[in-house]
Structures are given as structure tokens and as C-alpha cells.
């Protein structure tokens, strides 16, 4: 079995809108040090970054009921990418309604 196949997509909730987490994101990981990576595509709902040795990051982020779910994926940068997602602010936890 290939040692990279038990890698899952990460993903967060935050109450921060699409533009503000693909901002951090390009923020996050220009940051400098040998993570660093830059943005190569960008769309309305994701970024591709490139960093050292050509990897390739993926951040992907939609709307939901609940805030903004945030996805991340990479073969050799998941450390970071778990450290961006938990670096988000939550999203705004709704309280149930009782009748």
C-alpha cells in the first residue's frame, strides 16, 4: 500500500467569510521558513499554492448553515495545514430554539 494513501482531507468550520480565510491562507504560508508556499491558481473558492520541491497545497472553502467549512490537503504539508485550519476563528456556535 502506498504510504501517502491514509491521508484524509482536513477541514474546519469558521466564521470567517470565503475571501477572509483564502486571504489567510496566502498570508499563513508566504509567511517565510521552509513551509513556504505561494499561490499558483486561485478561483472564487480555492487556492493551489506550490512550495518546496514543487508541492502542492490545496485549500478549498464553502458556505454552509453552520459558517464556512475550510478544507486543506497535501501529501507532505499536512502539519501546516492542520496548524492553518486551528489557527481559524470557530465558527459562532447557533443555540438550539426550545419551545
Known amino acids: 500500500m502506498h504510504q501517502q494513501s491514509s491521508r484524509q482531507l482536513q477541514e474546519r468550520l469558521t466564521s470567517l467569510s470565503i475571501a477572509e480565510v483564502l486571504a489567510s491562507a496566502t498570508h499563513f504560508f508566504s509567511r517565510g521558513g521552509i513551509y513556504t508556499a505561494f499561490v499558483e491558481k486561485q478561483g472564487p473558492s480555492h487556492l493551489v499554492l506550490r512550495g518546496q520541491g514543487g508541492e502542492e497545497l490545496v485549500i478549498g472553502a464553502r458556505e454552509t448553515a453552520e459558517g464556512t467549512a475550510v478544507s486543506g490537503s497535501s501529501y507532505l504539508f ?17 443555540a438550539a430554539v426550545t419551545p
Do not use: E, G, M, W
Request: hydrophobic share 55%; glycine share 0%; net charge neutral.
Open 78 to 94: 499536512d502539519q501546516q495545514i492542520a496548524r492553518f485550519l486551528n489557527a481559524l476563528p470557530p465558527a459562532v456556535a447557533t
